[in-house]
């Protein structure tokens, strides 16, 4: 694990959502002020000295991390959200799932051309949910300056690998999946 004093607030759930896995569940940070208020602390300290226009999240739990986050930096705020969800034009990309495909889509109009976004979520795995984010970000003209997550499973090597020429940061890592 990464020594972060956030792992204390992270619950791990044997056997959900099926046998043999032990679930990390970030919503224990959320269940209390200060463990929340200790993420947002560190997300900001992994932001020092970067530049940034507006930080864009996907839903759901990113909304409650990057809102938070970009009320605390100042900026304006970039939902992300599955097909149907987002009343304007918007753009999308597919990626895919354990078990599937999705899409994530986002405002047409919600980045203009140079700007610096950080794009936030609440757990890396596979990395399918943020590269497709990061498409969004890039086929609009922005700049994905980094990437932040509440918490990493480094056993799926997205990192290192799928996210490989992003600068990604994780508050809690994780060896396994």
Same mark, same amino acid.
């Given at each position: 694990m990464s020594g972060s004093l956030l792992e204390k607030y992270v619950k791990e759930v044997p056997n959900f959502p099926r046998p043999g896995v032990l679930f990390r569940d970030v919503t224990g940070i959320?269940?209390?002020?200060? *463990?929340?208020?200790?993420?947002? !602390?560190?997300m900001e300290r992994a932001l020092a000295g970067v530049q940034i226009d507006k930080v864009a999240a996907p839903d759901s739990r990113g909304f409650i991390f990057g809102a938070a986050l970009a009320d605390r930096l100042r900026c304006a705020f970039v939902p992300m959200r599955k097909p149907? @969800?987002?009343?304007?034009?918007? !753009?999308?990309? =597919?990626?895919?799932?354990?078990?599937?495909?999705?899409?994530?889509?986002?405002? @047409?109009? &919600?980045l203009s051309q140079g700007e610096r976004v950080v794009l936030v979520d609440d757990l890396l795995a596979?990395? *399918?949910? &943020?590269?497709? %984010?990061?498409?969004?970000? =890039?086929?609009?003209? %922005?700049?994905?300056?980094?990437? !932040?997550? &509440?918490?990493?499973?480094?056993?799926?090597?997205?990192?290192? *690998?799928?996210l490989a020429k992003y600068d990604v940061a994780s508050l809690v890592k994780y060896p396994g999946k």
């Open positions: 959320l269940d209390s002020g200060e *463990g929340f208020r200790l993420a947002m !602390i560190e149907g @969800k987002l009343p304007r034009e918007t !753009i999308s990309e =597919e990626y895919d799932l354990e078990y599937g495909r999705a899409q994530l889509h986002m405002h @047409k109009d &919600a596979t990395g *399918g949910t &943020a590269l497709a %984010g990061a498409k969004l970000i =890039e086929r609009l003209g %922005g700049k994905v300056v980094k990437m !932040i997550f &509440a918490i990493e499973l480094e056993g799926f090597g997205a990192a290192k *690998g799928l």
